[in-house]
């Protein structure tokens, strides 16, 4: 009896814009980490008396809960938000930290994935008090340079600070739908609308790109079904011979590219168009010489 809402990116987009005002009227230190979440730095300032402004702004001028979490680093601050959502408020000091951090799974540990989580419990590291239990130099061994990362953050350091500028890779719009498609005229005018709305973005901040990617999944699984397997996915792209910030010239190449592909009697379950490879107007591009 589910009920499935189509979501709005723009819509979501332009909140996180606003919620992002909020925390700049306290710091220009600020680095984002998703569409509805940030680092930010307030040195100097009452730190719990900020959160708890920027918590109440975001209610009273949005109409929305946010979930705060104050420490003195980054690690830290992460785990404190994550602690009371969705309308949470948690001060993670060194004490407490201290208290808290000798028990938690070591997958609470920042850049500790499925894979890394593994591997450390193949050597017998299930919490983080297990890793400044176990013998500095064996661990070296197993894991390198990560290892010192491990136990600083398992000590409750995290040294890295907040970083206002990260060199943007890509832009990117998908949507998996609620019936399989087949429909190339339709999923041709979905390609424009994603290009429209990305061209945007690419003008908020002051970029052209030089790749264009469609992303396609099938209906279809392969590797034994829905329990063993995956929908089949494709990416295809292509590199423009200058780069572009126009909506028309990116739906164009989209649709180029989407023509290219063999469906083999498929249908679509998710289409997507992302955009690559960007430099700043009057950044120095090679030059293509007629041969």
């Known amino acids: 009896q589910a009920i499935f809402i189509r979501p709005s990116m723009a819509k979501y987009s332009d ?9 700049r009227r306290y710091t220009t230190v600020i680095e984002p980490m998703s569409i509805d979440e940030a680092y930010m730095d307030v040195t100097g300032q009452d730190a719990i008396a900020v959160g708890r402004s920027i918590k109440e702004a975001i209610r009273r001028e949005l109409r929305l809960t946010a979930s705060v979490g104050i420490s003195y680093c980054k690690f830290l601050s992460k785990m404190a938000s994550d602690m009371e959502k969705p309308d949470g408020f948690t001060v993670m000091t060194w004490e407490r930290a201290q208290a808290l951090l000798p028990d938690l799974p070591v997958r609470r540990l920042h850049g500790v994935g499925p894979a890394s989580e593994h591997a450390l419990k193949q050597v017998g590291i299930i919490t983080c008090g297990d890793v400044l239990r176990y013998d500095p130099d064996v661990l070296r061994n197993h894991f390198g340079r990560r290892a010192d990362e491990l136990i600083m953050l398992a000590r409750g350091i995290d040294p890295r600070p907040v970083e206002t500028t990260h060199e943007m890779k890509s832009l990117g719009e998908e949507n998996t739908f609620s019936f399989d498609q087949n429909d190339r005229a339709h999923l041709a005018g979905l390609l424009d609308q994603y290009a429209g709305r990305l061209a945007a973005d690419l003008a908020r901040h002051n970029l052209a790109c030089r790749t264009v990617t469609v992303k396609i999944k099938w209906n ?6 829905p329990k063993g397997g995956d929908f089949q996915q494709i ?3 292509q590199t423009l011979a200058s780069p572009t910030a126009d909506a028309a010239e990116i739906a ?7 023509a290219r592909v063999d469906w083999e009697g498929r249908k ?3 289409l997507g168009l992302s955009l690559h490879n960007f430099v700043k107007p009057g950044e120095l591009v090679q030059a293509r010489l007629p041969l």
């Open 15 to 23: 909140v996180g814009q606003q919620i992002r005002a909020i925390m």
């Open 268 to 270: 679509i379950r998710l």
């Open 235 to 237: 990416t295809r792209s």
């Open 220 to 225: 279809v699984f392969v590797d034994g079904g």
């Open 252 to 258: 164009q190449t989209a649709r180029e590219v989407f």
